[in-house]
């Protein structure tokens, strides 16, 4: 890994500075966080706190729940998001090879370190402290003695007691019997079984997926499919022609890189996606703790060189039951930003967490603390360098775009967008200010689909650091007869002005393609307005 150092300090001006009150933001944070809806974050009341909290993406895990439970949720998000006046994109989110255990009893079941456990491809069996049932029937064919194996109903915090770890003693048939290594209890309907660094010969893309995605996916014109345990490119090129036969191109592909098969193919994987998740769950089981970091800091470096969003998930955990996370973890999220991840995924801290609101609240104001430090001028140079001479057109306008506003500090860069393309271009060179992209409905779209949800494009961009999409608009009863660029600023302006960014004589920097080419201008509030 090239040097991380993606952090600038004046010290000790910087040190005395974390015992004064801090200031107050009027602005999110540049990185977005993903909150997970669930049983505690569903109502339409508690949306409306998490959207305001600095939720930018409503994640829809359908590793549990139907259909039907997933789809009250989605209604409630849209009345929240209406009544917030927020545009926000949906995720939703595979099950893929996972193997699981179905208690079907609801019991809790207690194992004791030391003793021993079967697992059975045997489904008629009541899951006991002795036999666990799994759906998978080549288990024993794939592991040997010594391996590891990991069980909980939601993999896996390190500390919470619900978690098992067992170790393969011996095969017999089709059964795997095991040595349990620690005391824990599995409570739920449901428990997952991780194998580590062992390739599980079931499809990424399961049946039961592309059965969500046809018919809820579908239904709701889903903005981003999270492809849950990615292995390999032809993963994502296979969810790209399902997602094509069933007119949901426009949906974009993330990547979640959770097994050691993944990071082996990950620059293959990278250049198929639309964008990265890199799930510290299972990658935590699957790498020695000591390598965690480094899977981290390299895959969050590729995606940065690449311009491609990348997440990454459990930075909070505590939180799903403290109001506080601890002081390892908000550190933690500092790192992740200085890392330069676009996103932060909230799983169970709002999924099933005590405090979702605060988690969010929390993490973001974390976030917007990290980024005053975040070294610009390093990242700028290092993603310069990495695109090479001579540049393409458009990367030599964006990049010029963003070194303008560092020089003149703009207060923001407005860019004009049909696709999302050039925002996420800009946003490739992460600049310090918000990149307000106006992004206006292509020719023969429903305006009244795009003006209460927004298009999938606009939408879309909320995955992506420091990018707010506005929708624009081509009907001359609401541009005023204005041109589409006089219409566009005034929009970008008056949003600007209304959350508290721009302020009187800040300068602008506009970044817009005029025909076959990319333009920069730099304007002051003032001159928009005369």
Known sequence: MQGGNHMLLEEPVRLASCLAPAKPKVFPSLTKIVGTLGPNSRSVEVIQECLTAGMSVARFDFSWKDATYHQETLDNLRKAAQNVKKLCPIMLDTVGPEIQVDNS???????????????????????????????????????????TLFMGQYLFTGSESTSLWLEVTETSGQEVICLVKNTATLSGPIFTLHVSQVHISMPTLSEYDKQVISTWGLDNSVDIISLSHTRSSEDVRELKAFLLSHDLQDTQIYAKIENSEGLEHFDEILQEADGIIISRGDLGIDLPPERVFMSQKTGIQ?????????????????????????????????????????????????LRGQYPVDALSTVGKICAEAETVYNQSLHFKKVVRHVGEPMAHEESVASSAVRSAMKVKAAAIVVFTFSGRAARLIAKYRPPMPVLAVVFPREGSDPSKWRSYGTTQARQCFSVRGVYPLMGSTDEAETGGLTKEEYGIKLALNYGRSVGIIKPYD??????????????????????ER
């Open 507 to 528: 300068r602008v920097i506009i970044f817009e393609k005029i025909g076959d080419s990319s333009v920069v201008k730099i304007i002051e509030c003032d001159d928009a």
């Open 302 to 350: 590729k995606c940065n060189l690449a311009g491609k969003p990348v997440i990454i998930t459990r930075v909070v955990d505590s939180m799903v039951d403290n109001l506080r996370p601890t002081r390892a973890e908000a550190t933690d999220v500092a790192n992740a930003v200085l890392d330069g991840t676009d996103g932060i995924l909230l799983g169970a801290e709002t």
């Open 105 to 147: 009893t609801g019991g809790s079941i207690e194992l004791k370190g030391g003793n021993h456990v079967t697992i059975t491809p045997d489904r008629s069996k009541a899951p006991s402290a002795d036999i666990l049932p799994i759906k998978f029937g080549d288990l024993a064919k794939v592991v040997k003695k010594g391996d």
